[in-house]
Each structure stands twice: as structure tokens, then as C-alpha cells.
């Protein structure tokens, strides 16, 4: 099946009539355009696991679906074996993957909900979960739009944009973060032009960004993750905005790798450096950067991708998914409250007054 060219992108999207929740392949986009249907929490945590859905905010609106999933398959049995399994379907989801810090923030927002629901028959529980997915979705969305208003005033017309991975409705429940910003730019007129770091080793930039700007007509140009520097050099890029999978309190934050590589040169060619999180992607427990969990995925997507290998067979590999980049480097945190330029621990806390 192929999207239409005007497609709206629902990452995901709930099946009333299936009672499942579709997720888009993000494995086999853009050569294929399929959505998966997902119908239990451990179902959903392979999905993360898998990179069928990426991207934090995408991750933790997944993980909501994944308890409301989990309830309805189980409201039949008695109450206490529909707690254990509850519990096992939040420990397995949980487990899915380590750095995007949503996917923690939206399970305990679904704990807080069972337990307001404690003395419920599990239908209703269940029902009132799935009700809890739906709002995480739509508040994510919301949020997204809201970073857009307030973002888009730091793009002028005319400005060439660099980006890195994927920030866009593909990563979260739609219409995204740092392309959300590039998006409300476009919406009310600027001209930009947005270069895309192809994202060694998974190509988020290449296969998803590239996809997904050219369905708005959004002009843009793909390059490969070595190449920034040069265009730096040579005066052909003027801001750099990207998402993020885990902000500290001080505003250090974790990103896909190669964002603290793009954010030194930022810095070296005196460029601004912008970040686009809504306050679920935020971890006040942490201090700062050091403590953020950094995901090691499979020696294989080093190797090579999709099926060919162009690396020596046993050679040794390194495969951090993320890095990350101190707060110093940040020009400003544009969040769903508001724009926080050169952020810290005092106006990031002032973020949740
Ligand atoms: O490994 P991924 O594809 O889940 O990593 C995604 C990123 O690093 C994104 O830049 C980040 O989640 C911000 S998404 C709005």
C-alpha cells in the first residue's frame, strides 16, 4: 500500500472496531508504507524494542497503549490475576528500551490512573486506561503544536536548518518536535530549507526525515552524518534544532548519536543550536548528563543494514545509540511552556512552577 502524497502521518492509531493499536513500520519506510497491529504489552515492547516505533515521545505514547492493551486482553480474569498481569505487562514494557525517559513518564502516568482505580472491576479499569492512552496521545500532539508557536519565531525566512535523526510526527504522536518547529516556520510563511543528517547506523534522517519532509513539500537535502562540518565551513548552514530522548535538570540531554558531534561544530562556527522536548522528555531526578542510561544496540547495524553486511564478519563493533551533549552548548530548550534560552537547572525548574 502506498501513503498518499498529502498523507497525514498517524504514527499511531487506535482500531476501535479491532479494539488494536496500528502502528507505521518505521523499519521498512520509506521503500514500504505498512502499519502493524499490536494487541498486548509485550506485543508493543517488542515493537519498541524493535524500532517499528522510534522516537521518545512516539516510545511513551506506545507504552500507554501497551498497559491499556494489556488490561483490556485481561479483564476477564479475577481481580488479583488481572494486577499480576498488569504488572508484568508495566515491568515488560518498561524493560523495552533504556534512554528516551517518556517511556517512564508515561507508565507512571498509567500507574497513578490503576491506582486511582483501585477497588474498579477490571473492565472498567481496563476502559478507563484506554481512555488514558488516548488523552497521552492527544496531549502529545498538543504539545508538539504548542513547541511549534513558540519555536518557529527563532527561524527567520530564508534560513537553511540542519537537523539530526528524526524529530517529526514519525517520533511522536504527531507532527512532532524539532520538525514540528521547522513545520509552524513553514506554516506561517517563511521559507526554509532543511539539511538532513542521514543518522548512521538506523538512517532515521535518511529513511524517515527525507520521507517525511517531502510529503509537506518542505524542500529538503539529505546529507551524510560527515558532511556537516564542511557546510558549516563553507557559511551554508544557519541553525541546527533537534529533538531529544532525555533532558537533565541542568539541561544537559541525550539525543541520537552524532548530536553532540553536530553541536561542537555548532559551537565552532558559532551557530545556533536549538533543542525542541516537551516536558515529558525532561528527568528532573537527574543532576545531569552522566546519569543518563545510553542504549548499546546490536553489533549487527554496524555492519551493515537491512540483510547486507559490508564490514568484516567478527570485527569488533560499537553501537551507543545515543550521546550525550552538555547544557553549555545549547542555545535554547524550546519546550510546550515556552522558549528557555541557554537553559539551567533554576529555568528549567521554573518550567514546572
Ligand atoms: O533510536 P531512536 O530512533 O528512537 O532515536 C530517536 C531520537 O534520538 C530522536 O531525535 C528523539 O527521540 C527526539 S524525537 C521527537
Known amino acids: 500500500m502506498s501513503p498518499s ?14 479494539g488494536v493499536l496500528e502502528m507505521i ?10 502499519r502493524l497491529a499490536y494487541d498486548s504489552a509485550s506485543a508493543v515492547a517488542d515493537g519498541i524494542r524493535s524500532m517499528v516505533v522510534r522516537g521518545a515521545p512516539a516510545i511513551g505514547c506506545a507504552a500507554a497503549y501497551g498497559v491499556a492493551l494489556e488490561a483490556l486482553r485481561c479483564r476477564d480474569l479475577c481481580a488479583h490475576a488481572f494486577a499480576a498481569a498488569l504488572d508484568e505487562g508495566f515491568a515488560v514494557l518498561d524493560a523495552s528500551r533504556p534512554t528516551a525517559v517518556n517511556l517512564r513518564w508515561a507508565l507512571e502516568h498509567m500507574r497513578l490512573c490503576l491506582d486511582a482505580l483501585a477497588d474498579a472491576p477490571p473492565g472498567v479499569v481496563a476502559g478507563r486506561l484506554l481512555q488514558e492512552a488516548h488523552a497521552v496521545l492527544a496531549a502529545d500532539v498538543a504539545a508538539n503544536r504548542a513547541m511549534g508557536a513558540h519555536g518557529a519565531a527563532l527561524l527567520s525566512d530564508g534560513m537553511r536548518v540542519l537537523t539530526h535523526c528524526n524529530a517529526g510526527a514519525l517520533a511522536t504522536g504527531g507532527y512532532g518536535t524539532a520538525l514540528g518547529v521547522i513545520r509552524a516556520a513553514v506554516a506561517s510563511g517563511k521559507h526554509l530549507q532543511v539539511i538532513a543528517d542521514e543518522t548512521r547506523p538506523f538512517l532515521q534522517g535518511a529513511r524517515l526525515t527525507a520521507w517525511e519532509l517531502q510529503q509537506e ?20 548552514v544557519d541553525a541546527v534544532i533537534v529533538g ?4 537533565a535538570a541542568n539541561g ?12 561542537v561544530l555548532a559551537h565552532r562556527h558559532g551557530l545556533p543550536f536549538y533543542v525542541a522536548a516537551p516536558l ?23 555492519r551493515g543494514f537491512a540483510g547486507q553486511q559490508w564490514a568484516p564478519e567478527g570485527v569488533a563493533v560499537r553501537n551507543p545509540a545515543f550521546d550525550v551533549t552538555p547544557a553549555a552548548l545549547v542555545t535554547a530548550l524550546i519546550t510546550e511552556r515556552g522558549v528557555v534560552p541557554a537553559p539551567n537547572v533554576d529555568s528549567i525548574a521554573a518550567l514546572f512552577d
Open 5 to 18: 502524497p498529502r498523507l497525514i502521518i498517524e504514527t499511531l492509531r487506535w482500531d476501535e472496531a479491532r
Open 25 to 34: 513500520d518505521q523499519r521498512v519506510l520509506p521503500a514500504r508504507f505498512e
Open 217 to 236: 513539500d518542505i524542500p529538503v537535502t539529505l546529507i551524510t552524518d560527515n558532511m556537516a562540518g564542511h557546510l558549516m565551513q563553507r557559511g551554508e
Open 244 to 247: 531529544a530522548d532525555r533532558v
Open 252 to 263: 544537559d540531554f541525550a539525543n541520537k548519536i552524532g548530536t553532540y558531534m553536530v553541536a
Open 280 to 302: 515529558s522528555t525532561i528527568d528532573r531526578r537527574l543532576a545531569d548528563g552522566a546519569g543518563i542510561p545510553i542504549e548499546e544496540r546490536a553489533a549487527a547495524e554496524v
